[in-house]
Protein backbone atom coordinates (compact mmCIF):
# COMPACT_ATOMS: atom_id res chain seq x y z
CA UNK A 1 0.00 0.00 0.00
CA UNK A 2 0.93 3.62 -0.01
CA UNK A 3 1.93 5.53 2.72
CA UNK A 4 2.89 8.83 3.92
CA UNK A 5 4.05 9.19 7.65
CA UNK A 6 4.35 12.46 9.36
CA UNK A 7 4.37 13.51 13.32
CA UNK A 8 1.17 14.31 13.91
CA UNK A 9 1.85 17.51 16.55
CA UNK A 10 5.25 19.60 17.01
CA UNK A 11 5.97 22.44 19.30
CA UNK A 12 8.58 25.03 18.71
CA UNK A 13 9.81 28.58 19.88
CA UNK A 14 9.05 31.84 18.33
CA UNK A 15 12.12 32.86 16.32
CA UNK A 16 13.65 29.40 16.79
CA UNK A 17 13.79 26.60 14.04
CA UNK A 18 11.94 23.44 13.71
CA UNK A 19 11.90 20.79 11.20
CA UNK A 20 9.46 18.49 10.27
CA UNK A 21 9.69 15.22 8.79
CA UNK A 22 7.66 12.90 6.15
CA UNK A 23 8.63 9.71 4.91
CA UNK A 24 6.69 7.79 2.23
CA UNK A 25 6.49 4.35 0.39
CA UNK A 26 4.46 4.93 -2.52
CA UNK A 27 4.10 3.72 -5.94
CA UNK A 28 6.33 5.43 -7.98
CA UNK A 29 7.67 8.52 -6.94
CA UNK A 30 6.96 11.90 -9.36
CA UNK A 31 7.35 14.96 -6.79
CA UNK A 32 6.81 15.23 -3.07
CA UNK A 33 4.81 18.89 -2.13
CA UNK A 34 4.74 20.84 1.02
CA UNK A 35 1.31 22.65 1.63
CA UNK A 36 0.78 24.71 4.96
CA UNK A 37 -2.99 24.57 6.22
CA UNK A 38 -4.35 27.35 8.99
CA UNK A 39 -7.02 25.90 10.76
CA UNK A 40 -10.54 26.68 8.79
CA UNK A 41 -8.58 26.92 5.54
CA UNK A 42 -7.48 25.70 2.52
CA UNK A 43 -4.24 24.12 1.92
CA UNK A 44 -1.45 26.51 0.41
CA UNK A 45 1.42 25.59 -1.41
CA UNK A 46 4.73 25.95 -0.07
CA UNK A 47 7.42 24.01 -2.01
CA UNK A 48 8.07 21.24 -4.43
CA UNK A 49 11.17 18.74 -4.71
CA UNK A 50 11.74 16.10 -7.14
CA UNK A 51 15.67 16.07 -7.08
CA UNK A 52 17.70 14.97 -4.50
CA UNK A 53 18.73 17.67 -2.12
CA UNK A 54 17.25 21.32 -0.33
CA UNK A 55 15.08 23.50 -2.37
CA UNK A 56 15.37 27.39 -0.32
CA UNK A 57 12.73 29.72 -0.24
CA UNK A 58 12.65 32.76 2.10
CA UNK A 59 12.79 31.24 5.82
CA UNK A 60 11.96 27.99 4.41
CA UNK A 61 13.41 25.31 2.82
CA UNK A 62 12.15 21.33 1.86
CA UNK A 63 14.95 18.52 1.71
CA UNK A 64 14.16 15.44 -0.61
CA UNK A 65 16.05 11.77 -0.36
CA UNK A 66 14.51 9.59 -2.78
CA UNK A 67 16.81 6.52 -2.01
CA UNK A 68 15.44 6.81 1.88
CA UNK A 69 12.14 7.73 1.12
CA UNK A 70 12.57 10.66 3.08
CA UNK A 71 11.51 14.39 2.87
CA UNK A 72 11.84 17.50 5.53
CA UNK A 73 10.73 21.13 5.64
CA UNK A 74 12.46 23.40 7.51
CA UNK A 75 11.34 26.57 8.91
CA UNK A 76 13.50 29.47 10.20
CA UNK A 77 12.84 32.64 12.25
CA UNK A 78 9.69 30.75 13.58
CA UNK A 79 6.90 33.53 13.48
CA UNK A 80 3.08 33.14 15.67
CA UNK A 81 1.60 33.32 11.85
CA UNK A 82 3.70 29.97 11.15
CA UNK A 83 0.80 27.87 13.34
CA UNK A 84 -0.70 25.67 11.16
CA UNK A 85 -0.26 22.41 9.75
CA UNK A 86 1.84 20.81 7.11
CA UNK A 87 1.19 18.82 4.69
CA UNK A 88 3.69 16.27 3.06
CA UNK A 89 2.02 14.84 -0.42
CA UNK A 90 3.92 13.11 -2.98
CA UNK A 91 3.09 12.36 -6.97
CA UNK A 92 2.45 8.30 -7.22
CA UNK A 93 3.23 6.36 -10.56
CA UNK A 94 -0.66 7.76 -11.48
CA UNK A 95 0.86 11.17 -10.88
CA UNK A 96 -2.09 11.43 -8.34
CA UNK A 97 -0.75 13.54 -5.09
CA UNK A 98 -1.19 10.90 -1.76
CA UNK A 99 -0.96 13.20 1.31
CA UNK A 100 -0.37 12.72 4.53
CA UNK A 101 -2.07 13.30 7.44
CA UNK A 102 -0.44 16.70 8.20
CA UNK A 103 1.61 18.05 11.07
CA UNK A 104 0.09 20.41 13.73
CA UNK A 105 2.64 22.80 14.26
CA UNK A 106 2.08 24.82 17.52
CA UNK A 107 4.27 27.96 18.28
CA UNK A 108 4.64 29.78 21.52
CA UNK A 109 6.07 32.62 22.77
CA UNK B 1 -13.03 36.19 -9.18
CA UNK B 2 -9.94 35.42 -8.95
CA UNK B 3 -8.79 31.30 -8.37
CA UNK B 4 -10.87 28.55 -6.80
CA UNK B 5 -14.56 29.10 -5.19
CA UNK B 6 -16.56 26.60 -3.70
CA UNK B 7 -20.69 26.76 -2.64
CA UNK B 8 -22.10 26.50 -0.09
CA UNK B 9 -19.29 27.13 3.01
CA UNK B 10 -21.16 25.06 4.45
CA UNK B 11 -24.43 22.89 4.73
CA UNK B 12 -26.26 20.43 7.60
CA UNK B 13 -28.71 17.96 5.40
CA UNK B 14 -30.49 14.91 6.65
CA UNK B 15 -29.38 11.88 5.57
CA UNK B 16 -30.84 10.42 2.49
CA UNK B 17 -30.64 14.07 0.96
CA UNK B 18 -29.17 14.57 -2.36
CA UNK B 19 -26.75 17.41 -2.28
CA UNK B 20 -24.17 19.22 -5.11
CA UNK B 21 -20.99 20.74 -3.79
CA UNK B 22 -20.57 23.54 -6.46
CA UNK B 23 -16.47 24.41 -7.66
CA UNK B 24 -15.70 27.43 -10.23
CA UNK B 25 -12.45 28.04 -10.92
CA UNK B 26 -10.85 31.36 -13.59
CA UNK B 27 -7.77 29.89 -14.11
CA UNK B 28 -8.40 27.66 -17.17
CA UNK B 29 -6.79 24.81 -15.53
CA UNK B 30 -6.86 21.69 -17.16
CA UNK B 31 -7.19 19.31 -14.13
CA UNK B 32 -9.59 19.24 -11.28
CA UNK B 33 -10.01 17.36 -8.22
CA UNK B 34 -12.47 16.57 -5.13
CA UNK B 35 -11.13 15.84 -1.96
CA UNK B 36 -12.23 14.82 1.53
CA UNK B 37 -10.36 15.59 4.45
CA UNK B 38 -11.45 13.84 7.93
CA UNK B 39 -9.45 14.56 11.15
CA UNK B 40 -6.32 12.13 11.59
CA UNK B 41 -6.51 11.64 7.62
CA UNK B 42 -4.88 13.17 4.80
CA UNK B 43 -6.72 14.34 2.06
CA UNK B 44 -8.80 11.81 0.02
CA UNK B 45 -9.18 12.24 -3.47
CA UNK B 46 -12.76 11.35 -4.03
CA UNK B 47 -12.78 12.10 -8.41
CA UNK B 48 -11.16 13.70 -10.68
CA UNK B 49 -10.91 15.39 -13.85
CA UNK B 50 -7.86 16.17 -16.78
CA UNK B 51 -9.82 18.14 -19.22
CA UNK B 52 -13.88 18.96 -19.96
CA UNK B 53 -15.55 16.30 -20.65
CA UNK B 54 -13.61 13.25 -18.67
CA UNK B 55 -13.72 12.14 -15.45
CA UNK B 56 -11.76 9.48 -13.13
CA UNK B 57 -12.20 7.70 -9.94
CA UNK B 58 -9.85 8.07 -6.50
CA UNK B 59 -9.18 6.85 -3.59
CA UNK B 60 -12.61 6.89 -2.28
CA UNK B 61 -15.52 7.46 -5.42
CA UNK B 62 -18.41 5.80 -3.37
CA UNK B 63 -21.28 7.90 -2.78
CA UNK B 64 -20.56 10.40 -5.33
CA UNK B 65 -20.40 11.61 -8.90
CA UNK B 66 -19.17 13.96 -10.93
CA UNK B 67 -19.39 16.29 -14.08
CA UNK B 68 -17.06 17.86 -16.51
CA UNK B 69 -19.29 20.00 -18.54
CA UNK B 70 -17.05 22.78 -19.31
CA UNK B 71 -13.55 23.45 -18.09
CA UNK B 72 -14.35 25.97 -15.23
CA UNK B 73 -17.39 24.32 -13.38
CA UNK B 74 -16.63 20.74 -11.65
CA UNK B 75 -19.47 19.94 -9.30
CA UNK B 76 -20.10 16.78 -6.98
CA UNK B 77 -23.07 15.31 -5.98
CA UNK B 78 -23.96 13.47 -3.18
CA UNK B 79 -26.90 11.14 -4.44
CA UNK B 80 -28.14 9.72 -1.15
CA UNK B 81 -26.14 11.25 1.36
CA UNK B 82 -25.07 9.48 4.86
CA UNK B 83 -23.37 10.33 7.79
CA UNK B 84 -19.97 8.95 6.82
CA UNK B 85 -19.87 11.60 4.23
CA UNK B 86 -19.46 14.18 6.88
CA UNK B 87 -16.67 16.12 6.24
CA UNK B 88 -14.17 18.60 4.56
CA UNK B 89 -14.62 19.49 1.00
CA UNK B 90 -12.14 21.07 -0.85
CA UNK B 91 -11.80 21.24 -5.10
CA UNK B 92 -8.29 21.96 -6.28
CA UNK B 93 -7.21 22.51 -9.53
CA UNK B 94 -3.75 22.44 -11.50
CA UNK B 95 -2.92 23.65 -14.60
CA UNK B 96 -0.84 20.59 -16.13
CA UNK B 97 -3.36 17.62 -16.69
CA UNK B 98 -1.65 13.74 -16.32
CA UNK B 99 1.53 14.67 -14.92
CA UNK B 100 2.35 15.87 -11.02
CA UNK B 101 1.68 19.59 -10.84
CA UNK B 102 1.04 22.29 -8.33
CA UNK B 103 -2.67 21.73 -7.24
CA UNK B 104 -4.73 25.06 -5.83
CA UNK B 105 -7.42 24.81 -3.69
CA UNK B 106 -10.76 26.21 -2.87
CA UNK B 107 -11.61 27.53 0.96
CA UNK B 108 -13.88 23.78 1.19
CA UNK B 109 -17.35 23.09 1.84
CA UNK B 110 -17.80 21.66 5.69
CA UNK B 111 -20.71 19.30 5.56
CA UNK B 112 -22.63 17.38 8.20
CA UNK B 113 -24.47 14.66 7.82
CA UNK B 114 -27.34 13.71 10.38
Known amino acids: GQNIDQPTEMTATEGAIVQINCTYQ??????LFWYQQHAGEAPTFLSY??LDGLEEKGRFSSFLSRSKGYSYLLLKELQMKDSASYLC??????????WGAGTKLIIKP | IAGITQAPTSQILAAGRRMTLRCTQD?????MYWYRQDLGLGLRLIHY???????GKGEVPDGYSVSRANTDDFPLTLASAVPSQTSVYFC?????????????FGPGTRLTVL
Open chain 1, 49 to 50: NV
Open chain 2, 49 to 55: SNTAGTT
Open chain 2, 92 to 104: ASSRLAGETDTQY
Open chain 1, 89 to 98: AVGDSNYQLI
Open chain 1, 26 to 31: TSGFNG
Open chain 2, 27 to 31: MRHNA
